[in-house]
């Protein structure tokens, strides 16, 4: 292979949802791209997000308030989102055939639901734009001199390019090929890089209970975090019980600020089952259902007082034989019960890591990163995008936005 067939306009090093809409949208406008990925194929991690269904942006149409997400990024960002926001990632996927729809908390999910449709629309984008992709490719280093960069080196070819765009994405989820390699590259071209933490990731807990109702979930419950035994955080909403603890956006987006509960030492919480209800007004709705049922036996009443599912286990923290009649319950008995049920314990042991995250942290700082073009400003031809960026977000599609965003702006700009 001769050094003209190494050559390109643009190389785009990481294929994921940031890389695949970087290099579309510079062989849309004319450059020859190359799509250099590790894996064996594109969009690993983009298939499994939002479990196969993709959440796809957040449909927050004030941008402020959508903006207020990304933390300390936000003055960054605008100048970015007013080049491609949310309703440009509407109009690229609808006019590509694969209509949006809006679900709770503005997330916006592919109609089909399918994260893979979501895939498809990005390769088929590749394709109409002849971008060269080439898989199990594992990059050695980036040289650079005189600030620009030169040449990518992998194995024993040299691919050269006049622009070069890293989208390797952040640590999380390691097992889709995130690891944390465009980090290191970037350190040694001597960028300023905040080390990355799992910031999105479900809690670890120690209680056996949960992990033996684990795909359930807890709706419209109330978890308040006690740290030394001082009250430290309220949350309201589901919560998805796992083989390893908790779990769901609720959770998820509070990983960071319980991360901060336990520098302080050992975190308890306690799940209200029925925050809309004091003690006495769940102890009178227990009693109701009681004399409806006094015939009946406790295992097969209480399951109509919890959360679907749940009922078993949560029976068996009473210590009340399942099998007395409901009749026989005594009124210590019953407040117990409601007890339990307003306040159930569970000991967080911790965050779980980078193999459970749907986001890390860390990245590039943003004052390398000139803010309307994603170019590095110690690299005239580097370009720098996705979760490679120094920016926190929540969970809800602005992960994915944030990738369509920046990468859309240097392949446009490259």
């Given at each position: 292979?001769?050094?003209?067939?190494?050559?390109?306009?643009?190389?785009?090093?990481?294929?994921?949802?940031?890389?695949?809409?970087?290099?579309?949208?510079?062989?849309?406008?004319?450059?020859?791209?190359?799509?250099?990925?590790?894996?064996?194929?594109?969009?690993?991690?983009?298939?499994?997000t939002g479990g196969g269904r993709c959440n796809i942006t957040n449909?927050?149409?004030?941008?402020?308030?959508?903006?207020?997400?990304?933390?300390?990024?936000?003055?960054?960002?605008?100048?970015?989102?007013?080049?491609?926001?949310?309703?440009?990632?509407?109009e690229f996927f609808e006019k590509r055939g694969l209509p949006l729809?809006?679900?709770?908390?503005?997330?916006?999910?592919?109609?089909?639901?399918?994260?893979?449709?979501?895939?498809?629309?990005?390769?088929?984008?590749?394709?109409?734009?002849?971008?060269?992709?080439?898989?199990?490719?594992?990059?050695?280093?980036?040289?650079?001199?005189?600030?620009?960069?030169?040449?990518?080196?992998?194995?024993?070819?040299?691919f050269v390019a006049k622009v070069y765009i890293l989208a390797t994405?952040?640590?999380?989820?390691?097992?889709?090929?995130?690891?944390?390699?465009?980090?290191?590259?970037?350190?040694?071209?001597?960028?300023?890089?905040?080390?990355?933490?799992?910031?999105?990731?479900?809690?670890?807990?120690?209680?056996?209970?949960?992990?033996?109702?684990?795909?359930?979930?807890?709706?419209?419950?109330?978890?308040?975090?006690?740290?030394?035994?001082?009250?430290?955080?309220?949350?309201?909403?589901?919560?998805?019980?796992?083989?390893?603890?908790?779990?769901?956006?609720?959770?998820?987006?509070?990983?960071?600020?319980?991360?901060?509960?336990?520098?302080?030492?050992?975190?308890?919480?306690?799940?209200?089952?029925?925050?809309?209800?004091?003690?006495?007004?769940?102890?009178?709705?227990?009693?109701?259902?009681?004399?409806?049922?006094?015939?009946?036996?406790?295992?097969?009443?209480?399951?109509?007082?919890?959360?679907?599912?749940?009922?078993?286990?949560?029976?068996?923290?009473?210590?009340?034989?399942?099998?007395?009649?409901?009749?026989?319950?005594?009124?210590?008995?019953?407040?117990?019960?409601?007890?339990?049920?307003?306040?159930?314990?569970?000991?967080?042991?911790?965050?779980?890591?980078?193999?459970?995250?749907?986001?890390?942290?860390?990245?590039?700082?943003?004052?390398?990163?000139?803010?309307?073009?994603?170019?590095?400003?110690?690299?005239?031809?580097?370009?720098?995008?996705?979760?490679?960026?120094?920016?926190?977000?929540?969970?809800?599609?602005?992960?994915?936005?944030?990738?369509?965003?920046?990468?859309?702006?240097?392949?446009?700009?490259?």
């Open positions: 292979m001769n050094q003209h067939d190494n050559s390109y306009d643009v190389i785009v090093v990481g294929g994921g949802a940031a890389g695949m809409m970087a290099a579309g949208r510079a062989a849309e406008k004319g450059k020859r791209v190359l799509l250099l990925e590790k894996n064996t194929s594109l969009g690993k991690k983009l298939k499994i449909a927050e149409e004030n941008q402020r308030l959508l903006l207020a997400n990304y933390g300390t990024a936000e003055k960054f960002l605008y100048a970015c989102f007013a080049q491609f926001g949310v309703a440009d990632t509407f729809v809006v679900q709770a908390g503005k997330r916006a999910f592919p109609k089909t639901e399918r994260a893979l449709d979501v895939f498809l629309v990005l390769e088929k984008y590749l394709k109409q734009g002849d971008v060269e992709v080439r898989t199990n490719v594992t990059i050695d280093k980036i040289v650079a001199k005189e600030g620009v960069i030169q040449k990518i080196v992998a194995g024993k070819k040299d994405g952040g640590k999380s989820h390691p097992e889709t090929g995130s690891t944390g390699n465009g980090f290191v590259w970037l350190k040694q071209l001597g960028h300023t890089v905040q080390n990355p933490t799992p910031t999105i990731v479900p809690l670890a807990v120690a209680d056996a209970w949960i992990k033996q109702l684990a795909g359930v979930t807890l709706p419209n419950i109330k978890i308040t975090f006690f740290s030394n035994n001082k009250k430290s955080l309220v949350l309201k909403g589901n919560i998805l019980l796992t083989h390893f603890g908790l779990s769901g956006p609720l959770i998820l987006n509070a990983a960071g600020k319980v991360a901060d509960l336990l520098h302080g030492g050992e975190v308890t919480a306690y799940i209200d089952l029925f925050p809309e209800l004091d003690l006495g007004s769940l102890d009178k709705h227990i009693t109701t259902i009681f004399d409806d049922n006094k015939n009946k036996v406790l295992k097969n009443v209480f399951k109509l007082i919890t959360p679907k599912s749940a009922g078993a286990v949560l029976l068996s923290l009473l210590k009340i034989d399942p099998e007395t009649k409901i009749h026989s319950i005594t009124k210590d008995q019953r407040k117990i019960m409601v007890q339990l049920l307003k306040s159930l314990p569970v000991t967080i042991t911790g965050l779980m890591g980078y193999d459970r995250a749907v986001i890390t942290d860390g990245g590039v700082a943003l004052k390398e990163i000139d803010v309307k073009t994603m170019r590095s400003k110690l690299y005239s031809n580097l370009y720098i995008v996705g979760d490679l960026l120094h920016i926190s977000r929540p969970s809800g599609g602005y992960s994915l936005q944030l990738c369509w965003t920046t990468g859309f702006i240097a392949g446009d700009c490259a």
